[in-house]
């Protein structure tokens, strides 16, 4: 049986039926990510985003470490679980990035389908939620 399509929205391609009616195709969503938004700064990735000192105090279970790096939607820290002293990834979500219309429920969607995903070419996810200002996904 062929899952049932509807198109996208912004381009017309034809893209899995959803709950969603204005979700776009894939093609879109990376175009969008890698178009960047307001505030790009190129000598430090897409976006100049948060710093320890900004994240830290709303990210009370992990003790977050140097940046491992910046892209179009957040930024990265080496991190450790303060309870279980295990070594992790923590992507934080630039605030304008989270602000834009839909970004959020997309998000969530896609770290539950992340979250059922057992592979070992894929990174395990560990951790998600929103803490304050942040939204974030922990990564083994």
Do not use: N
């Not at 996208?8 to 890698?34: F, K, N």
């Not at 307001?38 to 897409?46: F, L, S």
Request: glycine share 12%; net charge neutral; hydrophobic share 40%.
């Amino acid at each position: 049986m062929t899952a049932p399509t509807q198109p996208c929205p912004r381009c017309g391609a034809a893209r899995s039926a959803g709950p969603a009616t204005e979700a776009l195709c894939i093609d879109c969503v990376a175009r969008e990510v890698l178009a960047g938004a307001p505030g790009d700064d190129p000598a430090r990735g897409a976006h100049a985003g948060p710093d320890v000192g900004e994240v830290a105090p709303h990210l009370t279970g992990y003790e977050l470490g140097e940046v491992l790096g910046r892209g179009a939607t957040g930024t990265v820290f080496r991190a450790r679980h303060r309870a279980l002293g295990r070594e992790c990834a923590v992507k934080v979500l630039h605030a304008e990035v989270a602000a834009r219309s839909g970004f959020q429920e997309r998000f969530e969607r896609e770290v539950r389908t992340l979250g059922r995903l057992s592979h070992p070419g894929i990174v395990a996810v560990l951790d998600a939620g929103r803490s304050g200002p942040w939204s974030y996904l922990v990564l083994e």
